[in-house]
T-cell receptor, first 114, second 113 residues
Framework: DTAVSQTPKYLVTQMGNDKSIKCEQNLGHDTMYWYKQDSKKFLKIMFSYNNKELIINETVPNRFSPKSPDKAHLNLHINSLELGDSAVYFC?????????????FGPGTRLLVL | AQSVTQLDSQVPVFEEAPVELRCNYSSSVSVYLFWYVQYPNQGLQLLLKYLSGSTLVESINGFEAEFNKSQTSFHLRKPSVHISDTAEYFCAVSVQGAQKLVFGQGTRLTINP
């Protein structure tokens, strides 16, 4: 019944590794997002997809590559992990992307890079 | 570009006391305004939002916020808080066509018994 789900919930890895985070929504929404929440709780958008097409890319390093195989899934692959990538990553979805829609967030993936 | 400032990073209050969490925004065009709440170890969920019309909006759990265009503010209030209101509260703004939310820094609301 979970509306927006993410796996894994926790991810501990070494610097230089490559990792992926998966997100799925069962709300039938057209738009999905990735956000990064840093240690000070500041939340910033990274990417947004609408019907599998990239619509927002907020000057994120190209080590981060989102992939949307269908409109219900948005995965995030991170190459060559760095210490500064440690954060909580949230996936979200909304019905449309015109600005007024409510966004529904997943529970977050806590990434720790050692 | 739009921006959001939440003036208080932490607000401690006693149970059953009133609370106000302050939010100011900056934008040169009309905005949509949101308050999201993040309970410990969870994702964000919408508390309330202002799109148009009445400047006072309410949530189902007793919170309300008032859009003040002249002061570019969207402060969140509750007349009597409960322990279960302990959470991080985020104010956010978007503009039509911008296709994204811009969040404030968050305010941690701590309720003391």
């Amino acid at each position: 019944d979970t509306a927006v789900s993410q796996t894994p919930k926790y991810l501990v890895t070494q610097m230089g590794n490559d990792k992926s985070i998966k997100c799925e929504q069962n709300l039938g929404h057209d738009t999905m997002y990735w956000y990064k929440q840093d240690s000070k709780k500041f939340l910033k958008i990274m990417f947004s997809y609408n019907n599998k097409e990239l619509i927002i890319n907020e000057t994120v390093p190209n080590r981060f590559s989102p992939k949307s195989p269908d409109k219900a899934h948005l995965n995030l692959h991170i190459n060559s992990l760095e210490l500064g990538d440690s954060a909580v990553y949230f996936c979200a979805s909304s019905q449309g992307h015109r600005g007024w829609e409510t966004q529904y967030f997943g529970p977050g993936t806590r990434l720790l890079v050692l | 570009a739009q921006s959001v400032t939440q003036l208080d990073s932490q607000v401690p209050v006693f149970e059953e006391a009133p609370v106000e969490l302050r939010c100011n925004y900056s934008s040169s065009v009309s905005v949509y305004l949101f308050w999201y709440v993040q309970y410990p170890n969870q994702g964000l969920q919408l508390l309330l939002k202002y799109l148009s019309g009445s400047t006072l909006v309410e949530s189902i759990n007793g919170f309300e916020a008032e859009f003040n265009k002249s002061q570019t503010s969207f402060h969140l209030r509750k007349p009597s808080v409960h322990i279960s209101d302990t959470a991080e509260y985020f104010c956010a703004v978007s503009v039509q066509g911008a296709q994204k939310l811009v969040f404030g820094q968050g305010t941690r609301l701590t309720i003391n018994p």
